[in-house]
């Protein structure tokens, strides 16, 4: 989970939609801006590639027409962690508010075959260890149909963690052979692989964060 702050001011039609008795939050451009927000991923399990994406409430409106309208508690999710959030995780750490919110969560996974990730609290708050839980559900499933889905979803993570890890083993041959214009070339992919952008970046940045070699090298990307 990343911090990805919401464009102000809140989109024009959602004051107009709270009045009517069927009034539609995904009104106006609220997609395409929320869409842009989240850099077009997930921001619970950061999948890029999800086909199915929903306007999700970041806490749940129950009938409430403030929450149901209020730009701020909008996020946009895909279908399979929404419908494992449902109304059950209502004390997260906010991804929109919290410019601190790496620090709190540390995320691992090895590239083999059918390996779990591991995601873990940092400090003791309670809604780091609710999102933590949320998480470790959204990576594992719940039900034997969300268990599927968490088995292609983790397929896919691995396969981006193998690429990623296979461009930096690249990268360090090409230094240790004092190849520095090969090196140089592969900048550009490593820092796409760690940027906000990319699939699944939360779990790369921690593969930077996790070793010392990688930090020292690649820390200032980590913007």
């Given at each position: 989970m990343l911090y990805l702050p919401k464009s102000q001011p809140a989109p024009d039609c959602?004051?107009?939609?709270?009045?009517?008795?069927?009034?539609?939050?995904?009104?106006?451009d609220v997609l395409n801006r929320l869409a842009s927000d989240f850099k077009n991923k997930c921001y619970l399990c950061e999948d890029k590639t999800a086909t199915s994406i929903n306007v999700e409430h970041f806490i749940a409106h129950k009938g409430d027409k403030n929450l149901k309208f209020d730009w701020a508690n909008l996020f946009y999710?895909?279908?399979?962690?929404?419908?494992?959030?449902?109304a059950k995780y209502n004390s997260l750490l906010n991804c929109t508010t919290d410019a601190d919110i790496e620090a709190k969560i540390r995320y691992d996974i090895k590239s083999?075959?059918?390996?779990?990730?591991?995601?873990?609290?940092?400090?003791?708050?309670?809604?780091?260890?609710?999102t933590v839980s949320l998480l470790l559900a959204i990576f594992n499933g719940t039900t034997p149909l969300k268990k599927l889905e968490s088995a292609n979803l983790r397929d896919k993570l691995i396969k981006e963690v193998h690429n990623f890890q296979s461009i930096l083993i690249q990268y360090f041959d090409y230094t240790d052979a004092e190849l520095t214009e090969e090196a140089n070339a592969l900048l550009p992919q490593i820092k796409l692989h760690i940027?906000?952008?990319?699939?699944?970046?939360?779990?790369?940045?921690?593969?930077?964060?996790?070793?010392?070699?990688?930090?020292?090298?690649?820390?200032?990307?980590?913007?």
């Open positions: 959602l004051a107009h939609e709270k009045t009517k008795a069927d009034g539609d939050y995904k009104c106006g999710a895909c279908g399979h962690c929404n419908n494992i959030k449902l083999f075959p059918k390996e779990l990730p591991q995601i873990f609290a940092i400090d003791n708050a309670a809604n780091t260890y609710q940027g906000k952008t990319a699939n699944f970046a939360s779990f790369k940045r921690w593969i930077i964060r996790n070793n010392d070699a990688l930090l020292a090298e690649f820390g200032q990307y980590l913007d």
